[in-house]
């Protein structure tokens, strides 16, 4: 006899068949968790949201540069573990994540001999990885809770980060791609299409803002920030779509079972 006929037997009537249901709910929840513990998404959006917010503080200080980099380690460590619940899922991380890490220190320890285009190709790689997972994590949940949230709030900073790393390497490819209109003060280097800039132009360009002070020139450049502007308007309407029907039909198998 299962656990779960043994406390329906032992609750009789109506209580027993909600209890079952509450337990094969609870096990249905449970497995579709995509991390390797409980709350690993939300400490991956967290990871996410120190990298945005404390890029500009560490880039007016001399050690900067070591400040990113640790920042950057935490967000690829901790998003192989937002979805690393599954043996195979968490090896293709790995395998994705420790050549982006590796590129990453490296660049930071030996920038002439290790272009930064390398870094940015394996984290877009893996970013990418990440970004499917957490997406296949929201369509599968059964319900809306707090890892689906975290899911769905990561995978819309993951879209600003993924795209301030495309910027990057279309610069790189292109010095000239993007114009800026706001001339750089005097003593301080020109502007260029990296770090805490990429960073900005990205969200603002997710967000539909678009102040003016950076210019896509190049058609390529021209075509990423278009294509980003319609990814973040078309997942904001299907993310709230998804969550609203996700609580509707959760509400309506309450009722459901409350008038059984």
């Avoid at 909600?18 to 390797?36: C, D, N, S, W, Y």
């Avoid at 957490?134 to 993924?162: D, H, K, T, W």
Wanted: one cysteine or more; proline letters at 6%.
């Amino acid at each position: 006899m299962s656990k779960l006929e043994a406390g329906a037997e032992a609750v009789p009537g109506r209580r027993g068949i909600r209890h079952v249901a509450r337990e094969h709910f609870k096990i249905a929840t449970e497995l579709v968790q995509p991390g390797m513990r409980k709350h690993s998404v939300a400490l991956f959006l967290a990871a996410l949201v120190a990298l945005v917010i404390l890029t500009p503080v560490f880039e007016q200080f001399s050690w900067g540069e070591i400040g990113v980099s640790v920042a950057v380690s935490f967000v690829l460590c901790s998003g192989v573990l937002a979805v690393g619940a599954k043996r195979r899922t968490l090896v293709l991380a790995l395998l994705l994540m420790v050549p982006a890490l590796i590129l990453r220190w490296a660049n930071h320890t030996h920038p002439h001999q290790m272009p930064p285009m390398l870094f940015v190709l394996g984290a877009l790689v893996f970013m990418t990885f990440v970004t499917v997972n957490l997406i296949q994590f929201i369509i599968r949940a059964p319900r809306v809770n707090s890892e689906v949230l975290a899911a769905g709030i990561a995978v819309y900073m993951i879209f600003g980060l993924v795209w301030s790393l495309a910027y990057t390497l279309v610069a790189e490819l292109q010095p000239d791609a993007f114009v800026f209109s706001n001339p750089a003060p005097e003593g301080r280097p020109a502007p260029a299409m990296q770090g805490v800039t990429s960073l900005y132009f990205s969200f603002i360009t997710l967000n539909t803002v678009g102040y003016g002070d950076i210019v896509p020139v190049s058609p390529f450049a021209r075509m990423l920030a278009v294509l980003e502007s319609t990814t973040g308007l078309f997942y904001m309407a299907l993310m709230v779509a998804r969550l609203v029907s996700l609580y509707t039909s959760e509400a309506a198998e309450a009722r459901a079972e409350a008038e059984k």
